[in-house]
């Protein structure tokens, strides 16, 4: 079975620093176009990350230079490094693995919330 | 690429038909020749789900009362006969050019 399994989230202070994690079974994440979505609580959906080909990535403006994505084969887990936050992060955080928008499956979320 | 998606809500009495459309501010046709345009169901409490891409393919285990069409900016996600379990907010994504944009959302909801 194909599952993804993210985990990491929680609460942090403006400012901070927080790592989430994707746990994947029933396929390689390595060889995957990998991907990071968020929902804000009560609103859509808005990517977050890609990552493919070995290590290119790609980010939308709103988080370009304070989010990283990164993979780890030996673990078959996607990360994703979020510093600098800002109230606006606030969102579940999902992973899906897929290409041009094609995106399947998603893992449940993982909540986090930037607060003072 | 801005995705806008009309109505924003629907209530639709079961057994009957539903439809939500998605309009592009741009073309989506990629450089392969490819329309890559999805559209995603979210179940109150559950994280989103693929039901169709490439305009019109249906995912693996999506009911065939599902079906999606459209060309070039347009394109429509219809439901044949509504069922209880089709409640929830339906999305339409393009994956054309990066970033991934998504639509608003639609709530649909039985009446």
């Known amino acids: 079975e194909v599952k993804l399994v993210e985990s990491g989230g929680g609460l942090v202070q403006p400012g901070g620093s927080l790592r989430l994690s994707c746990a994947a079974s029933g396929f390689t994440v390595s060889t995957s176009y990998m991907n990071w979505v968020r929902q804000a609580p009560g609103k859509g959906l808005e990517w977050v990350s890609i990552i493919y080909n070995g290590d290119t990535t790609d980010y939308p403006e709103s988080v370009k230079g304070r989010f990283t994505v990164s993979r780890d084969s030996s673990k078959n887990t996607l990360y994703l490094q979020m510093n600098s936050l800002r109230d606006e992060d606030t969102a579940v955080y999902y992973c899906?693995?897929?290409?041009?928008?094609?995106?399947?499956?998603w893992g449940q979320g993982t909540p986090v919330t930037v607060s003072s | 690429i801005v995705m806008t998606q009309t109505p924003l809500s629907s209530s639709v009495t079961l057994g009957q038909p539903a439809s939500i459309s998605c309009r592009a501010s741009q073309s989506l046709v990629h450089s392969d020749g490819n329309i890559y345009l999805s559209w995603l169901q979210q179940r109150p409490g559950q994280p989103p789900r693929l039901l169709i891409y490439k305009i019109s393919n249906r995912f693996s285990g999506v009911p065939d009362r599902f079906s999606g069409s459209g060309a070039g900016t347009d394109f429509t996600l219809d439901i044949s006969s509504v069922e209880a379990e089709d409640v929830g907010v339906y999305y339409c994504?393009?994956?054309?050019?990066?970033?991934?944009?998504f639509g608003q959302g639609t709530k649909l909801e039985i009446k």
């Open positions: 899906a693995r897929g290409a041009v928008g094609s995106l399947a499956p």
């Open positions: 994504m393009q994956g054309t050019q990066l970033p991934y944009t």
